[in-house]
């Protein structure tokens, strides 16, 4: 068996900061597991991570609510970008 710590976050801010911190962490976190809107919440930043090619691998799920319509993952930007298309 496995522990999964989860954090609640309220708004960008919390959301930005709280990822600053698990990231920024000495403990080993290997997989960060984040809902599509606090993904787009942290905007640049969770690209250049993601782009760093450090851990913790972050995976984007959709929320509760259902996945958001406009929402693009770095793998789908990346799929685009060279030509990629599955079906």
Avoid: N
Wanted: charged residues 20%; contains cysteine; proline residues 5%.
């Amino acid at each position: 068996m496995i522990g999964v710590d989860g954090v609640a976050v309220a708004g960008a801010d919390d959301a930005l900061s709280t990822f600053r911190r698990v990231t920024g962490a000495s403990e080993e976190c290997r997989m960060l597991i984040l809902s599509e809107d606090i993904a787009d919440m942290l905007g640049t930043e969770l690209i250049d991570w993601q782009l760093s090619g450090r851990y913790p691998l972050v995976v984007e799920i959709p929320p509760l609510s259902g996945s958001l319509p406009d929402h693009v993952q770095l793998v789908d930007a990346v799929r685009q970008a060279i030509g990629i298309k599955i079906q």
